[in-house]
């Protein structure tokens, strides 16, 4: 229901994030209302907060259909991410991801702005060390809040016992839920797992082990007190102030921090397969390198609509080797952009060219068309892709198929004009909202009726006559 897209405002000359949502393609008006209230609430929250461990917020938009957020751009991977490939921090890295989380948690809350949902996936550690926080969703702010009775708002095993308890909540949920981060930095696993009921009585009624025991490290046995306090089930008997939590912590710690997460430990963007290879880390390179144990990082690929493509007579393997050329210099986007390209070209070396032409920097051009001058000459290759219709979220491996049966009454050709006329109408999400209608034995009119449902009187007319007219 929504798309991020990583924009370039044209007036300061900056990247931003751009966060849309469409309000229509939710369940029922009361649930848009509610997701609406959410993203503006966000907008509000962050967009009060001008600090540098904040994601920045500058503007925000809506009407009847979308609303926007447009944000400050930052590049690097979640703390979530890192856990994912296991990267365990030395005590410097984990005492700077904390000093920092912990001052701009406390210069939100001098702004009256709870975060309430602190959690590894919303903390960003940036391409230069320094962290981000994200996703202000959630977040209470001055007098307002989002919460219903009977709701608890938050991830579990993030959430506080004053939280599941219906009490009154205060700033110090998020101290409650930095201590979680901090106990999984410290032993790489959570204080509290199982079902969410399990979870929930857990965190209201059970103590969690002592971080230094659970993390087979009694090196780390001086942050235990600290990690009980900000654990501490009753909200009067954690830290006052998100700054108290931080001076305890640089106290355990006992030696100068770092302003910055360590180098060596940052995971960086992926390399192409080759460059990957080629830095892959000698035998016996440490653990905490950007890529656990050594491994090389494995490439990009791509979840294009296929069917619409083999249908045309494109070689989706050539185009998502494209496709994974591309990313390198614009991003995810870049599948969208060579899905479109493909409507207005007829061979690979027209289709690269059209690519290169909408690279804003010449030099970006030039390795783009360096890197794929052997498709200069190459057509669309129908001779050594089979022509049969593909999942459209199946992954892309040049050489692999997975095929998918068309609904009776439908040809492939059908399906991608229909995907290809309805983005004009609803963009991107066009290509979701045919799959959903493209079901095994549907017939073509009850297709269209699905795949017009949610247009506009005027918007169904035009679609139904470029369908029947437009090839």
């Known amino acids: 229901m929504g798309i991020v897209y990583k924009s370039f405002d044209p007036v300061i000359r900056r990247p931003v994030a751009l966060k849309t949502i469409r ?264 653990r905490r390198s950007s890529q656990p144990g050594g491994a090389s990082t494995p490439p990009h690929v791509s979840t294009m609509p296929t069917e619409m493509l083999i249908a045309a007579g494109w070689n989706v393997g050539q185009l998502a080797l494209v496709e994974h050329s591309l990313a390198h210099f614009v991003g995810p986007i870049a599948r969208i952009m060579v899905r479109r390209a493909t409507r207005d070209v007829r061979d690979l070396g027209s289709l690269v060219q059209r690519l290169a032409e909408q690279l804003v920097s010449d030099s970006d051009r030039t390795k783009f068309l360096q890197q794929n001058a052997h498709f200069a000459t190459t057509g669309l290759g129908k001779d050594t892709e089979p022509a049969v219709p593909l999942d459209d979220d199946a992954t892309v491996i040049p050489g692999a198929v997975n095929v998918q049966t068309v609904p009776r009454g439908l040809t492939a050709e059908e399906i991608a004009r229909a995907a290809r006329l309805l983005a004009i109408h609803v963009g991107p999400i066009a290509q979701i909202l045919v799959r959903q209608a493209a079901q095994p034995g549907v017939g073509r009119a009850a297709f269209l009726e699905r795949v017009t449902q949610r247009l506009s009187e005027a918007e169904r007319e035009r679609f139904l006559f470029d369908f029947e007219h437009r090839l």
């Not at 930052?74 to 410097?92: A, I, M, N, P």
């Not at 009490?167 to 839920?177: M, S």
């Not at 002592?210 to 942050?223: E, M, R, T």
């Not at 940052?266 to 440490?286: K, M, N």
């Open 23 to 286: 309000k229509e393609l939710l369940e029922d008006a009361e649930e848009a209302e509610t997701f609406a209230k959410r993203f503006r609430n966000e907008a509000q929250a962050a967009g009060r907060l001008q600090h540098p461990g904040i994601v920045a917020v500058y503007e925000y938009g809506e009407d009847s259909q979308f609303a926007y957020i447009a944000m400050e751009y930052v590049e690097g991977s979640s703390l979530r991410q890192y856990f994912e490939r296991k990267v365990r921090f030395d005590e410097d890295d984990l005492v700077s991801i904390m000093a920092q989380l912990l001052d701009a948690l406390h210069y939100a809350h001098e702004q009256g702005v709870w975060h309430r949902d602190v959690k590894p996936a919303n903390i960003i550690i940036m391409s230069n060390g320094r962290i981000k926080v994200a996703d202000f969703g959630i977040a209470h702010v001055g007098s307002s809040t989002l919460t219903q009775v009977g709701v608890v708002m938050g991830t579990p095993g993030f959430i506080a016992p004053e939280q599941y308890l219906g009490r009154d909540i205060d700033h110090r949920v998020d101290l409650f839920a930095a201590g979680v981060v901090l106990y999984e930095l410290l032993t790489g696993r959570p204080p509290f797992s199982g079902t969410k009921e399990s979870v929930m009585y857990k965190v209201c009624h059970e103590p969690a082990p002592q971080a230094s025991v659970a993390a087979g490290n009694l090196s780390y046995a001086h942050f235990d007190p600290v990690v009980e306090r900000a654990l501490a089930k009753r909200a009067e008997d954690r830290y006052a102030s998100a700054a108290d939590f931080r001076a305890e912590l640089l106290a355990a710690h006992d030696r100068p921090v770092s302003p910055t997460v360590s180098e060596q430990t940052l995971i960086r963007a992926a390399a192409s397969p080759a460059d990957a290879r080629e830095a892959s880390p000698p035998h016996g390179a440490e």
